[in-house]
């Protein structure tokens, strides 16, 4: 794939489940919330219960829309939707193709504004860190993750990889000392083609729905090895 836009706060449907709506700014950084029910967990006898950890409600992402890489998608796109259509609602939307950096949760409006402000801070470390723009990413081959509930592609080892990971490991940092991440985490790049997001279900032969739990490989194994996105 080509160049890569700078780090993205993108819809949060692989993280989190909710209503999605956006915050703009004037820098290529954008802030969505994508969730309006962020602290709460099940009610129990009518009882909201707080969870003794919050949950990751938002997500930094690279989106990744070149056109070396939408061509190579829409070519896996095609092959699911001719030949497993069954499966075709588990296809990552384009426009959320991406690249996750890390996840925190926000849990007011108040957190929110300081996330953005800290994004505005950011310029710097961009520039510093990418003096010469955006990294370049090269995906190949697909693999599996959570018993095969996942597919996704990966970027090969180079020195744009290197460079990216530099970054986000920056960006972490500050996030960090912003008080909106709290731990480090380790970054494994990888972006999502298919994934299982709640309870799954196709006509089966014998014109029954059958509960899907697993991505059968079939459906994906032409673009292992060599394939390119």
């Not at 799954?200 to 899907?212: E, G, L, P």
């Amino acid at each position: 794939m080509g160049d890569n836009d700078f780090p993205n706060f993108e819809d949060g449907q692989e993280e989190t489940q909710g209503k999605s709506t956006e915050i703009d700014t004037e820098m290529p950084l954008d802030v969505r919330l994508i969730s309006t029910t962020t602290s709460f967990a099940k009610s129990v006898n009518n009882k909201a219960i707080r969870p003794s950890r919050a949950r990751p409600n938002y997500f930094l992402s690279v989106r990744l829309d070149s056109e070396e890489i939408r061509e190579k998608f829409a070519e896996f796109s095609t092959h699911v939707n001719t030949k497993y259509p069954a499966y075709k609602r588990l296809l990552t939307e384009p426009r959320q193709f991406h690249v996750t950096l890390f996840v925190f949760h926000l849990k007011d409006a108040n957190r929110i504004i300081h996330t953005k402000d800290c994004l505005l801070a950011c310029q710097d470390i961009l520039k510093e860190t990418c003096p010469d723009g955006a990294p370049s990413l090269h995906f190949r081959g697909i693999d599996t993750f959570n018993e095969n509930r996942v597919v996704y592609t990966f970027p090969e080892e180079t020195t744009g990889l290197d460079l990216f990971t530099k970054l986000t490991y920056c960006l972490q940092e500050k996030f960090k000392s912003e008080g909106i991440v709290n731990t480090r985490e380790e970054f494994k790049p990888h972006a999502t083609l298919l994934k299982i997001r709640r309870p799954f279900t196709i006509r089966s032969q014998n014109s029954k729905n059958q509960v899907v739990k697993r991505i059968p490989s079939e459906v994906f194994e032409d673009f292992k090895g060599e394939a390119r996105f």
